[in-house]
Structures are given as C-alpha cells and as structure tokens.
C-alpha cells in the first residue's frame, strides 16, 4: 500500500519519498514508491505528471493492491530516497475543475432537484451527466448562477477521513460504495461527498463556473463546463472569435446576430434564385440532347458525361430529359467520385435498378432509387465511361439482365 500523500495535502507538489522498486514494461519503467503526491487516473481526473529524481513521470495508475505505480520515460540513476516533483499547472487546474464540479452538482440537485451520474475530467473541458434526459437551457443557467454564487461567497473547502458510520450520518450527495474509512470534502454548508480527488482549500479558488454545452447522450444529459483558468481561456476564445467574425462583417459584436440573419435570408434568396437558373440550363440541355438523339434511328439512348457538376443539376437534366419524350438517359459525372443518374420515360416500363447495382460494382461504391429514376457512385472515376457504356450495351441487348425490362 502507498501512503498517499495527496489525501491530506493537495497543495504538495514537491517531496521525497523512498524508491520500493522500479521495473520494466512494454510502456516504459514503473516506479512504486513508500509514499506518493502523484494523483492516479481514477474517479473521473486525470493523473498528475511530473518528475521523479529528474526522470519524467508520463502516467500514474492505482493497482488492486491499493499501490500507485509511476510509468517513467527511462530507468532512474538513483536508488534510495529520491526527490519528486509534480507538475503545479495540471495539478491546480485539476483542483479548480474538481472542485468546481462537486459545487455545480450540488447546484443542480438544489435548483433542479437532478442527481450527478458521471463525472469526466478531460484536457480542455469537463462533464457531469445528470440523470434525466429533459433539462431546459433556463434550468442550467440557474445551476450555474447558483454555483458561482458559492464560489463568490468563498466558502471553506474542508477535507478530512472519517469512519463509514459517522459518513452516513453527514447527509452524503452521492453514496459511497467503498469500505473502511472515506474521504470526505465538505464545502462550507453546502455540500459534502466521499472523494479522493485533489481540492482547493476554498471556494473562490475556483474561479469561476462556466456551461459551455448541453447535450442529450444515453438518456442523460451531459453538461460540458470549465472552471477558473479553463473559463477565463474559453471567454478569451469566445471574444477572439467573435472579434474575428465582426472584422469579417465590419460589425460591432453586438451587431452580429442581425448581420447574420441577413446573411442567410441573402443566402436563401440566391439559393432559391440559382435552383430557378439550374432548371431552365436543365431544360435548355436537355433539349438540346434529345434533338440530337432525333437524327437516331430505334430506342432512343442518351448518354452523356458531365465535369464538376452537382449532382442535383444532372438529376435536373436526367428528369427533363425524359420530359422531353420517350429516351433513356444515362448520365455520369466527374467530381471527387464518379457519380450516374439513369431516368427513362414510364412508357418503356424499364426498371433501372438491377442496372444501377451493376454499374455501381463498376464504380465501387452503391446506389439505387425508383424504378425509373436512380442514381449512385463510387470511387473509381476511372471506370465511368465504361460502365455507361456498358449499361447502354445491357440496355440495347436487354440481356443479361432480364429483369432489366419488367411489362406489368
């Protein structure tokens, strides 16, 4: 067992400690050591990194036999006693996230009545997931008014061990599971859970509580938030951001949001005036198509490839080309895969599935569609023109396919 000296002193970063062992695995050196201040990975925080007699420390877990192992970069020069340090920055940040997430829980079962079911701490952000699938916006905002009210009033953060016995009687936010004397940290008539996370001493140490999202994930809702420095970095983010926008629509900030309603009524606008466009080129196109197909003789086959188009304009082109009267269109196009569109004209009573299927095993990807109107891809551009041509061939033969034509 470890003697694990960041229960009683999260403010410790720096100690010595006497080195059990120190052995080699596929991930690097794993140090055990009589007594530790490095955090392991374990109740949603991450682990503190930082260094061991100058070595880098680069993971930190628990065993089942209540030890903390330290993974090490190379093997130590010394043996003994040796000088440890961790990294303040992570270990802080992770004090204000911690902290910050036991006073929004709390804040939540106080204002929305809604228990904490999970709790992750990760790089840039943290989660807690409430147990209920409904929340409303103005609900998260009340937690959180409420939670910065506590950090504000900076409230003692007080951590101490006690029997199980007595920790049942202290009126816990969560029960604890675990055996033995727990851990309790206890924010001033506030709040008081078993934990064996690291902690600020007080409240306004925190820094402040911020919602950044509010998601629905398995039944839950999670909430995304940050706390003291991850706050003021995400605001600083935020204003850039914006910043950045209003430059682009040499607006002020507050100017923002109706600039960009105008934007997109604008986008709309020309939106809906280009799809007018792409009909009439459509129809235009198509015309001119089906004129030359004229001056052939028997089934009238159109077959064309088109370059960079939308997909949506050659599904115009296919449509009116089969407006124009009784023909066959088989168009591909060449964009970042091969794309086809088949149509044929309800008189011939053709069914352009199976065709598509195969000409799709030729382009290496799928498609499919109605009887008469189908349309797909793949990623071989390669082999475009010659699974139009082919699907012409089927067509003209109308075998090997016999259910290519299908009388009712």
Sequence with gaps: MTQRLYYHDSYLCHFSARLLELSESSGGWIARLDRSAFYPTSGGQPHDVGSIGGVDVCNVIENELDQVLHWLKEPLRQEG?????????????????????????QAFIRTAKLDTVGFHMGADYATIDLATDSISPGQVRQAEDLANVIVYENRPIRIRMVLREEALSLGLRKESQREGPLRIVEVQEFDVSACGGTHVRMTGEIGGILVRKLERVNRQARVTFVSGRR??????????LL??????????????PKRIEKQLEEGKQLRKALQEKNKLLARFQANELFNEALARPGLRIIKRIFEGEELEFIKLVAQSLVACGSCIALLGNRSEQAQVVFAASESLNLDLRPLMAECCKLLEGKGGGARALVQGGGKNISNLQAALDWVESQIRLQAPLPTAFNPD
């Design 243 to 256: 910043e950045a926008v209003a430059r682009r629509f040499s607006v002020g900030i507050v100017e923002i």
């Design 231 to 240: 706050a003021v970095q995400a605001s600083r983010n935020d204003s850039d």
């Design 81 to 105: 006693e040796v000088h440890c340090a961790i990294d303040w920055t992570r270990r802080f940040d992770h004090m204000q996230q911690h902290s910050g997430q036991h006073v929004l829980s």
